[in-house]
Structures are given as C-alpha cells and as structure tokens.
C-alpha cells in the first residue's frame, strides 16, 4: 500500500527549528488540504518531503511504499513516485516543455531499465498532445522553454501537465492557486480533479479556502507554528474562511505565528 506516513517530523533551516513535530497519513485516492497562516511552515514541509538540502530533519521519519524517503535522494524520490508542484516555478531558458518532459520520463524508464532506449517520440507527441488537450494548453507551449517568460498561470499549468505526464502516486501542490486568476484557478482545478482518485494522493498546500471550491478536499488540516493542530471535513475549510485563523491561535494558545 503506497501511503504516505509522517511521523513526529522536525526540521530546522539555519538551527532554527520550523516543523516541530508533525504527523499526517496520506492514502492513495485521497486528497488532503493542508491550510495555514503564512509562515507556519507549510513550504518547509513540501521541501522536506522532496529532499531540498537546505532542510535539516533533525527527528522523525517519512515512510513511503516501505521505505524512509527522508534516506533517499530527491530523484529517488522522484522515481518512487512522489512529484512536487512548485510554489514558485523555475525558469530553464533552453529547455523546452517537451524536451524536459521527455527527460524526465526516460530517467524514470531508465532507472526502471538501464537498456531503455527511452520512449519511442511518436508514442512520446500523442500523449503530451492529450495531456495538454485535457489542461486547455495551446499546443506551441510545449516549444517553449520552461518557465521562460510564462504568465503565473502558465507557471502553474506547466507543473501540472508534468504532474499529468509523470504520473506520480503522491503529488504535493505548494499553493499551486496563488497567482490565478479564475480562468486558470480552474483549469487548473480541473486537471487535479482528473488526475485525482486512483493511485493517486494529493497533499494541497494553500492559504485560501478558494481553490477548495473547486477541489473538494477528503480532509483539511489545519497548520500552526509547524505543526497540525486541527483536522476535519471539507467543511473546516469554509469554517476558516468565515472565521480565519484566531480561534485556532486561541484554541492552541500560539502567539506569534
Ligand atoms: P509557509 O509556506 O507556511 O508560508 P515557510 O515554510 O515558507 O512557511 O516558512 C516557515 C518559516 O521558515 C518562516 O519563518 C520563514 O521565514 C522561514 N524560512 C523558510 N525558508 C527559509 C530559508 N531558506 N532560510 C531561512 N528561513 C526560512
Ligand atoms: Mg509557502
């Protein structure tokens, strides 16, 4: 069973201690919203569970499909099929979306099978073509270079058409909303919302209730000061949007996050 289990996670940036202690279980089929006030760690988390160096675990584990991921190397990760959406994409002038698509699927095929000779590139154009049909994407994006010059909701639509090609078991979207205006807020809802069911896990990291209108959560936690505090239904998420933050701080008698 391919779920993905946080145990008592620490972790610190620069000594200074962000996660103190957080547990979350995300099953296959299951779409998890992490919600929280800026600077409670939600980013430092989706790092983490990717393998960003500059993120010190200093207690706890990460077990997915057996294995303690926090011991692997971010491609590993990669390859056991977990994807990072971006907050923040990266520009890669010079490479284009299809040629960094195309490398992406062969390192897995390879890793799978060191005498892959790679997808054959017919197979390759039919499914990018579906893919980006299924996300409303002008074909010519996929000559573009990664990223470069993109609008924020291009951006976005990029990370999830990769999510859509790799076909990872646990996605983690880091606010993949921010920056949307609703046409695109919707598409982009609309692709998770295919993707999603299955094999697939969902760790959707957001500090608006708004892209949960177009993605209904299975559970909505709550984040303070690096740690779940609060769990429940879809239903906590519109209980938030009324009521904000407060009553959590209160409840939990955490100050200053
Ligand atoms: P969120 O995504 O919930 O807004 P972050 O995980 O980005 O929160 O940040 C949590 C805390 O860690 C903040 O206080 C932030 O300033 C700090 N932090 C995040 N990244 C770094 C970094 N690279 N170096 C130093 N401090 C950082
Ligand atoms: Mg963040």
Redo the contacts with the bound molecule.
Sequence with gaps: MAELVIKNLHVS??N?E?LKGLDLTIAQGEVHAIM????????????TLMGHP??AVTEGEVLFKGRNILELEPDERARLGIFLAF?YPVAIPGVTVANFLRTAINARRRAENHEDKGIPIPEFRKMVKAKMEMLKMDPAFAGRYLNDGFSGGEKKRAEILQMAVLKPEIAIL??TDSGLDIDALRIVAEGVNTLRGGDLGVLL?T?YQRILNYITPDFVHV?LD?RIVESGGADLALHLEEHGYDWVREKYEVVNS
Aim: aromatic share 8%; charged share 20%; proline share 4%.
């Design positions: 940036i620069d200074k962000i929280g006030p800026n600077g409670t760690g939600k980013s430092t988390l989706a790092y500059s993120y907050q880091d606010e990291i500090h984040m690096g």
